[in-house]
């Protein structure tokens, strides 16, 4: 991609690559077809999704967020940005480029700046831990890119208004419910309402599952992005919603605003 496009392909799960300005930035990297009970129904990523990354974000330390064979994947030198607590952690395990980082940082990596907002959600990994703090991050170059991680509303999301143009926020999980520290697809229109971006990419569905819900409850793996955009166009009719299917990828327009 060339050094003045921008490019936001949505791999599935959390786990996003952010090309902007002649920059590669992975989120939560979930690579693997299975994951404990947990099966790929999305098609598996593209070899250039891991290639060339300049900087992997991490949310928080759930397995499903932080999985160490993916990050193996991506090589023990690749940067980790990683939450404040699970530098240890990753150090132990051979990984050679961690920095671990709170609410309130900012960072570079390449050409973009990275400021690291909070969120509302479990830090602890189980079955015995780690416990790092829960993260967001703005990836901010000529578009200003929201990754929510996973997170349910909090009062600091409404500082963000105006801040961002592309929010990518959850709209569900890998279960058929969902636990405390989550968005739904109404709690995600909601959102919209305090970011105030230009666009939404809706993530955090459709990719992982128990084996066999595809046949049992099919609407599970498609219904989550279509309420959200259904809830969004009531509460937030001004934001464009753009429905990525895991694999997919969209260009940030030109006319997207920018800082």
């Known amino acids: 991609m060339s050094s003045d496009s921008a490019r936001i392909t949505f791999v599935g799960h959390s786990t996003l690559l952010i090309d902007m300005d002649g920059t590669r930035v992975l989120t939560d990297p979930l690579l693997r077809d299975r994951l404990a009970h947990l099966y790929r129904h999305a098609p598996p990523p593209a ?16 397995l499903d967020h932080l999985d160490l064979f993916s990050l193996r994947r991506l090589g023990t030198d690749c940067r980790l940005i990683v939450p404040d607590g699970a530098g240890p952690f990753l150090r ?11 609410p309130g940082d900012s960072l570079t990596a390449g050409s973009l700046q990275i400021r690291v907002t909070p969120a509302e959600h479990s830090g602890f990994r189980p079955p015995i831990g780690p416990t790092g703090v829960a993260l967001g991050f703005v990836i901010a170059g000529r578009h200003r890119v929201y990754f929510a991680g996973d997170t349910d509303l909090f009062p600091q999301m409404a500082d963000l208004a105006g801040k ?40 955090h569905w459709g990719t992982f599952a128990a084996r066999g819900v595809r046949k049992r409850d099919p609407a599970f793996l498609v219904d989550p992005p279509l309420q959200f955009a259904r809830y969004a166009a009531l509460l937030a009719p001004e934001v464009t919603v753009k429905i ?12 997207t605003p920018s800082p």
């Open 47 to 62: 070899p250039e999704v891991v290639t060339s990354l300049d900087a992997v974000l991490t949310s928080h330390l759930h």
């Open 92 to 102: 132990r395990r051979g990984f050679t480029r961690v920095e671990e980082v709170r």
């Open 164 to 203: 961002v143009d592309v929010a990518l926020l959850p709209v569900w999980g890998w279960g058929r419910a969902l636990g405390p520290g989550h968005l739904d697809p109404k709690r995600a229109a909601e959102a919209l309402t305090r970011l105030k971006p230009s666009l939404a990419i809706p993530i």
């Open 244 to 255: 990525l299917q895991p694999g997919d990828s969209t260009p940030i327009l030109a006319d």
